[in-house]
């Protein structure tokens, strides 16, 4: 596809159940980050993959979260023993990294609800 | 803590009117401001950005202004349409940062008719 596609588009999910979150980046794209959107929040930063360079997790909220970057294309972002305050839309963006600072191309995000 | 501050929470705009966001930063280390347009549904895309070398940016009826001194910077939308309802976001990265941004919380405009 032209676009970054993400996986499933809505879950929902009983608290204490794990979940995994899918995104296929745009082709060719070197660096990608995963966001997350809850409302009146506005994008809050997870996590950032760049090549084979070590990820940086710094916005991990806690240790429930983690994110693996396979082949240095798809990625899935894990929660695992999710909570009612996990619910949100978490975004996937890729770009071509040093080409257009600030350039990110999102995809439209999986909405997780936990109940 | 909240690195970029964005107001108005939202804005109505009536058609043809001028739409203003404003951001605040704090890190004088940033050096590239970029803002979204997200539709409801739809992940955000860039719309416009500019580098703090620059004061002003203009891109169609879409205009940056930045302030340096102030740590200001906003969004200027001339002749406002029903078509750019949509939330807004401002955003900060920093040099080295692999085009990490740091945004804002939204601002979800509305233009009537």
């Known amino acids: 596809g032209a676009g970054v596609s993400q996986s499933p588009s809505n879950k929902v999910t009983e608290k204490g159940k794990d979940v995994e979150l899918r995104c296929d980046p745009i082709s060719g794209h070197t660096a990608l980050y995963w966001y997350r959107q809850s409302l009146g929040q506005g994008l809050e930063f997870l996590i950032y993959f760049q090549g084979n360079s070590a990820p940086d997790k710094s916005g991990l909220p806690s240790d429930r979260f983690s994110a693996e970057r396979t082949g240095g294309s798809v990625s899935t972002l894990t929660i695992q023993r999710t909570q009612q305050e996990d619910s949100a839309v978490y975004l996937c963006?890729?770009?071509?990294?040093?080409?257009?600072?600030?350039?990110?191309?999102f995809g439209e995000g999986s909405r997780l609800t936990v109940l | 803590q909240q690195q970029v501050k964005q107001s108005p929470q939202s804005l109505i705009v009536q058609k043809g009117g001028i739409s203003i966001i404003n951001c605040a930063y704090e890190?004088?280390?940033?050096?590239?401001f970029p803002w979204y347009q997200q539709f409801p549904g739809k992940g955000p895309a860039l719309l416009i950005a500019i580098r703090p070398d620059v004061s002003e940016k203009k891109e169609g009826r879409f205009t940056i202004s930045f302030n340096k001194s102030a740590k200001q910077f906003s969004l200027h939308i001339m002749d406002s349409q029903p078509g750019d309802s949509a939330t807004y976001f401002c955003a900060a990265s920093m040099p080295g940062g692999g085009n990490k941004l740091t945004f804002g919380t939204g601002t979800q405009l509305k233009v009537e008719l």
């Open positions: 890190n004088t280390a940033f050096d590239y």
């Open positions: 963006a890729s770009s071509l990294a040093g080409l257009v600072p600030g350039e990110l191309f």
